[in-house]
């Protein structure tokens, strides 16, 4: 047998998995409850609601009196929540017409409130909080890469994963076709592939040092993109000619890890800054245009070293160029460069001494894979390859067992039984008995645990999570990965039930080497951050806008959240902070002196800066624009939902949206004024705005300003100023960006709520229910001694029921 199981082994695996799917969806299907409405909650609506929400031509599409008929509570839980929500708050019904008393108003919400939860209860019961949740396609990866011991990136060989509640851990949105399962088989074959050409192979990983003439074009009266070499030293002058500064030299000859030391300096330094320049990888071809990002570092007169590593494709090298978009360039016919065109041109440059490569691993040794896959078999190696060796046993099936055991105990991520894994021994031997070559034996057996559903579904049976359940929580939710033998042992042990070991194991985890992703993690989809590259500012309106401060950009906000964690800061801070993380080019971006040097570094801020919380970081700014205008609505719905906690529901069906804005905000302000004019549009729009037009004054690459654009054939002076001012909804007025997080920032729990629920909403993979929102108020509560500490919030949230319950 190859080393590839057959088709008829695939659709076997296939029925299993969806098999297992199937079930899944029937029971929660069987959880549809028709609890009785209390009669009391259908006399309320139909006295102070049913005259503006009834029949087909209700206001706002919203038809109490069918609600009231629909039998299938469970379904419009939803709509029950968002009706208490309103009632509580007292938008509705509205004042003008209406005799409500706060006690009926009271007394309405207590009853619908305990129905509600009387709901939510009896489904829990019966299907728990989280419902088949699976792995994500960077927790696959993450998992893949520690059983294995391999480091190839696979979820971006992956299809790209629907959010739901804002995350892909939310396992709503975790749909299973027959095509996603196919695609899970092909990245454990790849895999699988990688960890046993590693574990049987005998070469030794390479390094080579690049001079400059190595790195400069072979042939110097060819007119092409490689540097040229000057005085010693392989330079680039800065140019907007496209793969410009590539170096073949550093061409892949395998996929793999490389870590590349650069020495250069600059030449022809512009005044006050040095040389910008990019690191990118890729063909460096036109028929194979794009180029990943790898680096940034500013040359100056000085000779210094700069090292990046990068994953390469087989046949990608590097560019190394000036990039900063402010520095002169130079001009070159044809879209090549010929020897000595740019010097004469006087043109800013990089002059590179050399280049050390070493292809290199992240993590184990290829030794290291040998053990963890195949423990003390002897391997017979073959001169053809790493597919033509064997694996020696005089008891096949004992040394099988032991390791489908092992592996199974790590793969399913608890104990598992000689009894449960006999399945997949006894479809490992069958391979044995007819093909005799063992090693092929011990990969399908590693690949039928990988294609288990307790493999790639979180096993989950009861409410209340176990001490292994628990320990894979948490190192998920912190690590993107599975548990470590510490938390393992203590699951054993019975101890993870123990609050103050739990309260241990999170002060552990946050100070491991696998914590530095969990933040950058869980902000790629809370801030939306890993969309940061799906909009290119306009060059035409955003001329100063470069790729190496976008990427200086999302560096600080990672940066910023870091230092929050890890000095326990209040979450205020998302808001409103007197300090950032700043390099020489994105401070120069912010228009903020005094900064030196391409490293981030710690920049205390004063007012005049109009920096200071997440609210006002360039990332942040970037992802909420559409890279040439700005929107007050979308920005003020971003804002409201990521960082507020404050849920926009979707517009009424009918109503038009406001396109963003390009005559000025006196315009745009008009038109919302008259959109608020609807009251199905204002109670909304009492939350959107504020924010929404505070961050007018951020264009849509995140640089301040204080008009819109000029419209074109009219003077500066015509471009409408950006007038901030607005109140919240809770009445308090502000005329710019300072008073607004001032009031923002004088309810510290609202913010800390918001930041709890996103936590726990990624890391059980459930978003917060009605019956979830007193846990939250305990979680804030504990969280006031440390002046709602972002790092005290994430510990509350992992000791909270929520987190401990399915």
Same mark, same amino acid.
């Given at each position: ?27 929660? *299907? ?109 927790? *696959? ?68 040092? @690049? ?188 040394? @099988?067992?032991?390791?489908? @055991? ?241 849920? =926009? ?118 978003? =917060? ?38």
């Amino acid at each position: 047998m190859s080393l590839f199981c057959p088709n008829s082994i695939l659709r076997s695996l296939l029925i299993c998995v969806s098999g297992s799917v199937l079930l899944l969806s029937a029971s929660i *299907l069987n959880a549809e409850t028709t609890r009785k409405r209390p009669d009391e909650i259908n006399k309320f609506l139909t006295e102070h609601c049913a005259g503006c929400h009834e029949g087909e031509y209700s206001e706002a599409n919203f038809d109490i009196t069918a609600l009231q008929a629909d039998t299938s509570d469970s379904k419009n839980l939803e709509r029950w929540v968002r009706i208490y929500d309103r009632v509580e708050q007292g938008e509705m019904p509205p004042e003008e017409g209406s005799d409500l008393s706060d006690s009926e108003r009271e007394a309405f919400g207590e009853k619908l409130s305990g129905w509600i939860r009387q709901l939510e209860k009896h489904e829990r019961e019966l299907t728990g909080r989280v419902q088949g949740r699976r792995l994500t396609n960077l927790q *696959l990866e993450r998992t893949l890469h520690d059983l294995l011991g391999i480091d190839i990136p696979l979820a971006e060989r992956m299809p790209e994963e629907p959010k739901s509640s804002g995350f892909t851990t939310v396992s709503d949105g975790q749909a299973m076709s027959h095509f996603q399962l196919q695609q899970h088989l092909d990245i454990v074959d790849l895999a699988l592939d990688d960890a046993f050409q590693r574990a049987l192979s005998q070469k030794d990983l390479e390094t080579k040092k @690049l001079d400059a003439k190595a790195i400069s074009r072979t042939n110097p009266r060819r007119r092409t993109r490689e540097p040229e070499l000057i005085d010693g030293m392989a330079v680039t002058w800065s140019g907007t000619v496209s793969f410009y500064g590539r170096v073949p030299a550093t061409t892949a000859r395998e996929d793999g890890w490389y870590r590349f030391t650069v020495r250069a300096k600059a030449l022809n330094i512009p005044k006050q800054k040095g040389v910008w320049c990019s690191v990118r990888s890729g063909k460096c071809v036109s028929s194979s245009s794009l180029l990943s990002w790898v680096g940034a570092f500013e040359a100056t007169e000085k000779l210094d070293e700069w090292t990046f590593q990068c994953w390469l494709e087989k046949g990608e090298m590097l560019e190394i160029r000036p990039a900063d978009v402010e520095l002169k360039k130079a001009r070159f016919a044809g879209g090549q460069i010929g020897t000595g065109e740019g010097g004469p041109q006087n043109v800013p440059g990089v002059a590179i001494e050399n280049i050390v490569v070493d292809r290199i691993h992240l993590g184990p040794t290829d030794q290291e894979i040998r053990k963890q896959l195949l423990g003390d078999l002897e391997i017979s190696h073959s001169p053809k390859g790493w597919k033509f060796s064997k694996v020696n046993s005089d008891q096949p099936r004992r040394d @099988l067992k032991e390791l489908i @055991l092992e592996f199974a105990n790590r793969a399913f991520r608890r104990p598992v039984t000689e009894d449960e894994i006999e399945p997949y021994l006894d479809f490992a031997m069958a391979s044995y008995n007819e093909s005799k070559n063992l090693l092929d034996s011990i990969r399908l057996g590693y690949r039928s645990l990988l294609c288990s559903p307790r493999f790639l579904y979180f096993t989950e049976p009861s409410n209340q999570l176990d001490d292994y359940e628990l320990a894979t929580r948490m190192s998920y939710f912190l690590w993107n990965s599975p548990p470590d033998e510490e938390l393992l042992d203590l699951a054993s042990r019975g101890k993870l039930q123990n609050e103050d070991v739990l309260r241990d194991q999170v002060q552990r985890m946050l100070a491991d080497s696998k914590a530095l992703n969990f933040l950058p993690d869980f902000a790629a989809e809370w801030l939306d951050l890993s969309e940061i590259d799906f909009t290119t500012p306009d060059r035409r309106l955003h001329p100063d806008f470069d790729l190496i401060v976008q990427e200086s950009m999302l560096e600080e906000t990672h940066t910023f959240l870091q230092y929050l964690l890890d000095n326990n800061l209040s979450v205020t801070n998302i808001i409103r902070s007197d300090h950032t993380f700043l390099n020489e080019r994105l401070a120069r971006y912010y228009e903020i002196d005094g900064i030196e040097g391409d490293e981030l570094q710690y920049v205390s801020l004063n007012p005049q800066s109009n920096r200071g919380g997440l609210l006002t970081q360039g990332a942040i700014l970037k992802v909420t624009a559409n890279g040439t205008t700005t929107s007050p609505v979308l920005r003020g719905v971003w804002v409201s939902e990521r960082l507020l906690g404050v849920e =926009i529901p979707p517009p009424p069906s009918g109503i038009p949206g406001i396109e963003p804005d390009i005559r000025g905000a006196t315009t745009i302000r008009e038109m919302l004024d008259k959109h608020k004019s609807d009251p199905s549009c204002a109670s909304c729009h009492k939350a959107i705005d504020p924010p929404g037009f505070v961050l007018e004054h951020f264009d849509a690459s995140g640089a301040w300003r204080d008009r819109y654009p000029q419209q074109r054939g009219k003077s500066s002076k015509s471009a409408a100023v950006i007038d901030p001012s607005n109140s919240l909804a809770s009445g308090e007025s502000f005329d710019n960006l300072a008073e607004f997080q001032e009031l923002v920032c004088q309810n510290p729990e609202g913010l800390a709520e918001n930041l709890a629920s996103k936590l726990l909403t990624y890391g059980t993979g459930a978003p =917060i229910s009605f019956s979830d929102r007193d846990e939250i108020k305990k979680i804030v509560e504990a969280a006031r001694e440390d002046q709602f500490g972002f790092r005290t919030i994430v510990e509350e949230v992992v000791v909270s029921d929520i987190f401990q319950s399915k």
